[in-house]
């Protein structure tokens, strides 16, 4: 059963086959939804020329260029009622409305002069995509593009309907990130904070649950295989800088012990992370990828020699993990150079 949905003020039906012809400009697709919510149901309405463009701002020759484009395109027609002084057009709607294909819109939204062509025919297109339920969750782009005008002429329009208080925005996010938004048109107002969900097409709690668990699964998965990628390339480092004969070098020097246990850290984060950092050494910038290379190839003497030469120093050393990674990639680039010489 379909529940009725009572509307005390004065409304009209927009049909949403005229809003999506792309054949029609905004301009006539904004009086298209003025002239009907002055209609209502009888799809006909007969208001003088000056009360049409009081309500929607605009001079009379805009008005007869914009009328003059809906009866090309013959979405409406014109009568000639009375004689004399008392002749006055009657305008009629030549479509037929179909079940699901419209949207209601109120005649005081329509009325408000302050609001241009191109507001209106916005309103009258959420209209059409919320139906009775009076909400709808269109892009931004699909709008735009529908009703063939620029991205910013839409952000204006949508602001000014805000001002007016004739739509109210909610912007939804999953996950952290912004998702869609949400219109609220006709008086509609947000209850609850809610949270759409997309799984297969359908929106119900039972999907909702589904798609947190599939997703809970999926990060569980990831954070397994990062833990299993990160001891292994702990066990490859400890290998290469012999990290038990290390231990048993340094053994009783606290400060030793210290600077070994970060060195070991510096070495895998640098050959693990995907977001490794530049070095800039000697003038010259060394990119993430000659890091992790150089980092790969560290051994025991070279963690020993960089240790040993912090602990002979006397100066205060204000981020010991960044002089630390500076000194480690310095003696293996100093030891290479001095091979590269001596075969040279």
């Known amino acids: 059963m379909k529940k009725k949905v009572k509307i005390n003020e004065q409304y009209g039906i927009v049909n949403k086959k005229v809003i999506n012809n792309k054949n029609l400009s905004v301009n006539a697709k904004g009086l298209y939804v003025y ?94 995509l919320a139906g009775t339920r009076f909400v709808a969750y269109p892009l931004a782009k699909a709008i735009y593009l529908t009703l063939g005008i ?66 809970e699964r999926e990060m569980a998965k990831k954070q397994e295989i990062s833990t299993l990628k990160y001891e292994n390339y702990k066990k490859i480092v400890s290998t290469n800088i012999e990290y038990d004969a290390l231990k048993g070098l340094y053994e009783g020097n606290k400060r030793a012990m210290y600077l070994l246990e970060n060195a070991f850290s510096i070495i895998v984060s640098n050959i693990y992370s ?38 002979k120093g006397n100066t205060k050393i204000k981020n010991i993990r960044s002089y630390l990674r500076v000194t480690l990639f310095s003696t293996y680039y100093e030891l290479e150079q001095k091979q590269y010489l001596k075969t040279r």
């Open 274 to 311: 995907p977001n490794i950092k530049n070095i800039q050494y000697k003038g010259n910038i060394f990119y993430s990828g000659v890091v992790k290379s150089i980092f790969n190839k560290l051994t025991y003497d070279n963690v020993k020699y960089a240790i040993d030469c912090i602990l």
């Open 150 to 215: 620029c991205r910013n002429t839409y952000f204006n329009c949508i602001k000014q309907l805000k001002e007016y208080n004739c739509i109210m925005t909610k912007q939804l996010h999953i996950n952290g990130r912004y998702a869609y938004c949400n219109f609220y048109i006709n008086d509609k107002k947000p209850n609850k904070p809610q949270e759409r969900y997309i799984f297969k097409g359908i929106k119900t709690q039972r999907n909702k649950s589904i798609l947190v668990s599939v997703l």
């Open 35 to 128: 002239l009907c919510g002055r209609s209502g149901n009888k799809r006909e309405c007969n208001p003088k020329v000056t009360t049409i463009c009081n309500d929607l701002g605009v001079t009379e020759a805009t008005f007869h260029k914009v009328k003059n484009e809906l009866v090309e395109k013959k979405i409406i027609y014109i009568k000639k009622d009375g004689e004399g002084l008392k002749k006055r057009n009657r305008y009629v709607f030549t479509d037929i409305q179909e079940n699901g294909n419209y949207g209601i819109v109120y005649l005081k939204i329509l009325t408000n002069n302050k609001l241009s062509l191109k507001c209106k025919a916005i309103y009258g297109l959420l209209s059409c």
